[in-house]
């Protein structure tokens, strides 16, 4: 039986004595799997330590099987990565690649799990040190914890998406067809931010997405290199610009502010009936939300035909906030009571904190996901 060949990307600055521990256990945790050839290609930013020596020599030993690509200088984990990708599809064209650290964090013996899942149907998986069996090192300050974790959380409530547990993480198996696709996109992140963009990318383009539990280990040699101000500032402004939930919501806002201008407008220019001009405005905002929403905020997911029909189903469920803001502030004001708070110029009434509350934490998660579910569904994969 052909074998379907694997290459394992390894970028690394300055991580010799990693590499010399690690390679060899690559090739021992793979060598008696029968359907899977893993290679492994080190991108390496021209480290000083003696690296390309050491994979010289290692060369020797794995002939055919280890790959050396050296860039001229230390660029940033996605740089490494995108120049990673090209090399091995010009050159290997290999079913999957692996993204795995060289320091020795990502343990070697959890590449047929990885493999297991692909021959099961995934197109990315990912080694999660947030689902049951995963872990972080113990030796871990609780602040380098509570980061790691608040790090996920953000990623998963800025994409509103919970179905992959750790976003973060750089021990991944991707499929070749998807990396040929984006890879010509994904200049623009240097840096760690790469790892959230190539998720986000999945996601948009309806990859099937699964996991693995990682115990992610302290690296035993060689130095971090990561940079958490950076990554944090990046990965936020990925978030922002990208996100289709952000965007939502951003959309959500915008909707309100035209909703309030062309009542007024009505009331205070044509003299149109308060309710009547209420009806009008709030139809003209749905109009908007929804062409907004479907050109900019769902445009990976842009609707081809029965637009009208999708339409309808829009009014509906934005029919079902209303509703949820009229029970949400029935029960707030029996529970909390209507105080008014009384400030020098205007009045903060309860009602209107229900209402902040009511339609940041019900009406727009309700939204999102129902849109996801029923207007800009995910196609299925064929
Ligand atoms: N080629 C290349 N490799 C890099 C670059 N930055 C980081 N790496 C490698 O990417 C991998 C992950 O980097 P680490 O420094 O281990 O980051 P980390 O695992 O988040 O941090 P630690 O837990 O402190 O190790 C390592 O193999 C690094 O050598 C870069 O700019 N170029
Ligand atoms: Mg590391």
């Known amino acids: ?13 300055n991580e010799r004595e990693g590499l010399k521990e690690l390679i060899p256990q690559i090739f021992t945790a ?8 893993v290679q492994i290609l080190v991108v390496d930013a021209n480290s000083p330590d003696g690296t390309i020596n050491e994979i010289n020599t290692l060369q020797k030993k794995h002939p055919g099987k ?5 860039e001229t200088k230390k660029e940033g984990l996605g740089r490494a990565y995108v120049k990673g990708f090209k090399h091995a599809i010009a050159e290997h064209n290999p079913y999957v690649m692996f993204e795995m650290d060289a320091d020795g964090q990502h343990t070697a013996s959890l590449i047929p799990a990885f493999l297991e899942k692909i021959e099961a149907g995934a197109d990315f998986v990912i080694g999660s040190r947030y689902i049951k069996g995963g872990s972080v090192p113990d030796n871990w300050g609780i602040d380098r914890k509570m980061f790691s974790r608040v790090g996920s959380l953000v990623a998963q409530v800025g994409f509103m998406n919970f179905k992959a547990k750790d976003w973060t993480s750089g021990y991944r198996c991707i499929k070749t067809f998807f990396l040929k696709d984006v890879v010509d996109h994904m200049h623009h992140y240097n840096g760690y931010e790469f790892q959230i963009a190539l998720l986000d990318k999945a996601f948009k383009k309806h990859l099937k997405i699964d996991e693995v539990p990682l115990v992610f280990t302290d690296r035993k040699d060689g130095v971090s290199k990561f940079n958490s101000i950076a990554f ?29 201008g062309f009542a007024a407008l009505f009331i205070y220019l044509f003299n149109i009936f308060k309710p009547t001009a209420n009806a009008m405005s709030a139809e003209i ?15 990976h997911k842009k609707i081809k035909n029965s637009f009208l029909k999708k339409f309808l189903h829009f009014n509906v469920v934005a029919s079902g ?20 708070v009384p400030l020098p110029f205007i009045g903060i009434h309860s009602w209107m904190i229900y209402k902040v509350f009511i339609i940041a934490v019900l009406v727009i998660p309700y939204s999102y996901i129902t849109y996801n579910k029923i ?8």
Do not use: C, E
């Open 375 to 382: 207007i800009w569904k995910t196609p299925r994969k064929s």
């Open 232 to 260: 944090i500032t990046k990965a936020l402004m990925y978030i922002l610009t990208q996100s289709s939930f952000v965007r939502f919501s951003f959309v959500g806002l915008s909707g309100a502010v035209v909703d309030f």
């Open 66 to 70: 280890l790959h050396l690509l050296v």
């Open 285 to 299: 905002a749905i109009i908007f939300n929804f062409l907004m929403n479907n050109f900019w905020s769902f445009k």
């Open 30 to 37: 793979t060598q008696d799997l029968d359907r899977w050839d």
């Open 1 to 13: 039986m052909t074998k379907k060949k694997a290459v394992v990307i390894l970028p690394a600055y």
């Open 321 to 340: 906030s209303i509703a949820i803001q009229w029970v949400g502030m029935k029960l707030a004001l029996d529970a909390f009571g209507d105080q008014v």
